[in-house]
């Protein structure tokens, strides 16, 4: 029961997130405005995360499940994919060495801030 509820949740976060994206003028993608709601709420200590924890750790179990769909899509269009293939590899390596370079910076960024508060707690 407690998945049940869990997971109700999240599908009202990403339903809500669906509405919202409707409001901008601008494109927004649903999903990562569901996922910036979900920050907030977290942040502002309105969800518990310890109440999400037994949905999301099924999730994160069967993710290799929910990319089965893409997989389908990418040999469905597999002749487009061998046309552009150069572009498809300069645009993966690309974001993957910006990836990188985020993540590399946001360790940098959270240590220094750690260490700060570490120093002005004592």
Same mark, same amino acid.
């Given at each position: 029961?407690?998945?049940?509820?869990?997971?109700?949740?999240?599908?009202?976060?990403?339903?809500?997130?669906?509405?919202?994206?409707?409001?901008?003028?601008?494109?927004?993608?649903?999903?990562? !405005?569901?996922?910036?709601? @979900?920050?907030? $709420? #977290?942040?502002?200590? /309105?969800?518990?995360?310890?109440?999400? *924890?037994? %949905?999301?750790?099924?999730?994160?179990?069967?993710?290799?499940?929910?990319?089965?769909?893409?997989?389908?899509?990418?040999?469905?269009?597999?002749?487009?994919?061998?046309?552009?293939?150069?572009?498809? !590899?300069?645009?993966?390596? @690309?974001?993957? $060495? #910006?990836?990188?370079? /985020?993540?590399?910076?946001?360790?940098? *960024?959270? %240590?220094?801030?750690?260490?700060?508060?570490?120093?002005?707690?004592?």
């Amino acid at each position: 029961m407690k998945v049940i509820t869990q997971g109700g949740f999240l599908c009202l976060v990403c339903l809500t997130g669906g509405y919202l994206s409707r409001l901008f003028p601008f494109p927004m993608p649903a999903s990562v !405005l569901s996922m910036l709601l @979900l920050l907030g $709420l #977290l942040l502002l200590k /309105a969800v518990d995360p310890a109440s999400l *924890a037994e %949905t999301t750790d099924v999730l994160l179990g069967n993710m290799a499940f929910f990319f089965l769909p893409s997989g389908v899509e990418i040999l469905a269009h597999l002749e487009t994919f061998r046309r552009d293939v150069f572009a498809l !590899l300069a645009v993966c390596c @690309l974001t993957t $060495l #910006l990836t990188f370079a /985020a993540s590399a910076f946001t360790v940098v *960024a959270v %240590t220094r801030m750690q260490r700060r508060l570490q120093k002005s707690s004592k």
